[in-house]
């Protein structure tokens, strides 16, 4: 899927390194969208990060999508623990 201006993903912040704050998806709103794929093949976008003590803005944020386990592999839980910090992915379904 490709990004476009004023859609809703989600950011992943980054934690701290001693643990005082993990990583956590943050809802955020892409700002600008690159033309075209970086090296990797991922979606360079631009976002204003939804946070519950402010916005914060970060251009150059990479996608970082995860695909479904395969069958007999374990799935985790939490989404921002797939997901390396400072990246960006689409809102996992609700079932």
Do not use: D
Request: charged share 15%; aromatic share 12%; hydrophobic share 40%.
């Amino acid at each position: 899927m490709h990004p476009t201006i004023g859609a809703i993903v989600h950011y992943v912040s980054y934690g701290t390194p001693g643990g005082e704050y993990v990583k956590e998806c943050r809802a955020a709103v892409v700002t600008e969208v690159s033309p075209t794929r970086n090296a990797e093949g991922w979606w360079v976008v631009g976002l204003a990060v939804l946070n519950p003590t402010g916005f914060f803005f970060n251009r150059g944020c990479v996608n970082h999508e995860i695909f479904p386990a395969a069958p007999g592999e374990p799935e985790l839980e939490e989404a921002a623990v797939n997901h390396p910090g400072g990246t960006w992915h689409w809102p996992e379904e609700v079932a």
